[in-house]
């Protein structure tokens, strides 16, 4: 693996932007899912196991990095590499788009599914670097072993797990995600109502 490329400061400017309003800009996004769904159970049995493995490794990465993912300022104390940053160096990025992937599938649009995944692959692939920059300029060597090592997203390899414990406990995780259970919920209770509604509809015709 090389170096990470050195991106542009426009891009790294839209990186930040992304970055600091990352809970806000998918709203339209949402809004317009719930006008364009069509969940079936079909759709309901391959989303699902997506949406939770996804929850699960943000909670796992939490274990490992804490609270600070919540602020709208990126800041690090340390370069978190433990737990599934061995894996990839943007765990929670990968659980994101597990569970974007698992919520698309079970609205049941493919053309929405397409436009949801290409504002993520936008909005990552310019959060990525801003965040990198970041962490390259305030640990410059050991991010440079560690990004010569893990990849950005995507695992190659199933690395070999260290011995050390998280330094923040599931109980500590559980707490920090509380706002994503909430909007999680709220995603699939929106999608659930829309589901109920289409079947009383079929069932009248």
């Not at 909005?123 to 305030?138: G, Q, R, T, V």
């Not at 995780?173 to 509604?197: P, Q």
Request: proline share 8%; charged share 15%.
């Amino acid at each position: 693996m090389t170096d990470p490329a050195c991106p542009s400061s426009l891009w790294l400017t839209i990186g930040r932007y992304f970055f600091q309003y990352r809970d806000l800009l998918p709203v339209p996004l949402v809004l317009y899912m719930f006008r364009v769904a069509r969940p079936r159970r079909w759709t309901w049995i391959l989303g699902i196991p997506l949406v939770l493995l996804g929850e699960a490794l943000r909670v796992w990465g939490l274990c490992h990095i804490g609270p600070t993912t919540r602020a709208r300022e990126i800041c690090a104390d340390r370069l978190v590499t433990s737990g599934p940053y061995q894996w990839v160096r943007h765990p929670l990025y990968l659980a994101n788009l597990l569970k974007v992937l698992g919520l698309l599938v079970i609205a049941g649009n493919s053309p929405f599914a397409l436009i949801g995944m290409l504002f993520y692959a936008t909005e990552f692939s310019a959060m990525i670097p801003y965040e990198e920059s970041f962490l390259e300029a305030k640990f410059p060597e050991q991010f440079k072993a560690w990004a010569l090592q893990v990849p950005a997203l995507f695992p190659v390899q199933i690395p070999t797990l260290s011995s050390d414990s998280a330094p923040f406990s599931l109980m500590n995780a559980l707490y920090s995600e509380r706002r994503t259970f909430v909007s999680t919920g709220i995603l699939l209770a929106g999608l659930a109502f829309i589901s109920l509604k289409g079947s009383k509809q079929d069932d009248a015709l």
